[in-house]
C-alpha cells in the first residue's frame, strides 16, 4: 500500500487567500509530482521535483509555486486563490526501479 | 512530442471481457503503464509493460503490446462492478523520465 498522504482533502475558501497543499510519503522517493485535474478529466503536470531543493514546472502552466526543502515532503502553494484554480490537485511519488508512481487521495479545491 | 492517445468511454456487460486500447507516439517507450482510477481517488497502478515484452498477464488483466504499431491494449477477463472507473495508459522513455498520461477511458458496467 502506498505511504503517500496528501490534506486536506477537500478545501473551499474565497478568492485572494493564500494556500498551502501538503503533500508527505514515507516511501523516501526523490522524485515528487503534482498535478492538476478536473473532475473525469485528464492530468496536467503542474510541477515536479527530483530530489532535496530540486523544483521544476510541469506541461500546465500554473500560478502555484512549491519547494522542497525535505525529502518527503513537497507543499504546493497558491499566494492568491482565484475561481479558475478551483480542481483537485494530486501528488505522486515515483520509485526508482520501473519510475512506479504513487498517488495521494488528492485535495479537492473549491474557490468561490 | 510525446502524445498518449485513448478512447474516453467504453461500455461493458457485467460479466464480459473489457478491452481498453492506447496509442503512443514515442517509439523510444521503455515502461508501459496502466493506471486506475476510482471515483473520487487518486490513480493505483494496475500492470505495468516493458517494451521488449508482446504479452503480460496477471489474473483478470492481460496487457498486449504491438511495437511496430505503438499500441497498447488493456483486458479485464469476466468485468465486474467493481471495475467501474477510469484508465489510464501511461508510457516513460525511462526510469528517470517523467510519465506521459493519457486523457483516460471510463469504464461503464452494464448490469
Known amino acids: 500500500e502506498a505511504d503517500i498522504y496528501q490534506t486536506p482533502r477537500y478545501l473551499v475558501i474565497g478568492t485572494g487567500k493564500k494556500i498551502t497543499l501538503e503533500c508527505s510519503q514515507t516511501?523516501?522517493?526523490?522524485?515528487m509530482y503534482w498535478y492538476q485535474q478536473d473532475p473525469g478529466m485528464e492530468l496536467h503536470l503542474i510541477h515536479y521535483?527530483?530530489?532535496?531543493?530540486?523544483?521544476e514546472k510541469g506541461d500546465l502552466s500554473s500560478e502555484s509555486t512549491v519547494s522542497r526543502i525535505r525529502t518527503e515532503h513537497f507543499p504546493l502553494t497558491l499566494e492568491s486563490a482565484r475561481p479558475s484554480h478551483t480542481s483537485q490537485y494530486l501528488c505522486?511519488?515515483?520509485?526508482?526501479?520501473?519510475?512506479?508512481?504513487?498517488f495521494g487521495p488528492g485535495t479537492r479545491l473549491t474557490v468561490l | 512530442g510525446e502524445d498518449v492517445e485513448q478512447s474516453l468511454f467504453l461500455s461493458v456487460r457485467e460479466g464480459d471481457s473489457s478491452v481498453i486500447n492506447c496509442t503512443y507516439t514515442?517509439?523510444?517507450?521503455?515502461?508501459l503503464y496502466w493506471y486506475k482510477q476510482e471515483p473520487g481517488a487518486g490513480l493505483q497502478l494496475l500492470t505495468y509493460?516493458?517494451?521488449?515484452?508482446d504479452m503480460k498477464q496477471d489474473q483478470r488483466l492481460t496487457v498486449l503490446l504491438n511495437k511496430k504499431d505503438k499500441h497498447l491494449s488493456l483486458r479485464i477477463a469476466d468485468t465486474q462492478t467493481g471495475d467501474s472507473a477510469i484508465y489510464f495508459c501511461?508510457?516513460?522513455?525511462?526510469?528517470?523520465?517523467?510519465?506521459?498520461f493519457g486523457k483516460g477511458t471510463r469504464l461503464h458496467i452494464l448490469p
Open positions: 505522486a511519488s515515483s520509485e526508482p526501479r520501473y519510475n512506479e508512481q504513487f
Open positions: 516511501m523516501g522517493h526523490d522524485k
Open positions: 521535483s527530483y530530489g532535496v531543493n530540486s523544483t
Open positions: 514515442d517509439s523510444s517507450s521503455t515502461y
Open positions: 509493460i516493458f517494451s521488449n515484452m
Open positions: 501511461a508510457e516513460s522513455m525511462n526510469r528517470d523520465d517523467k510519465i506521459i
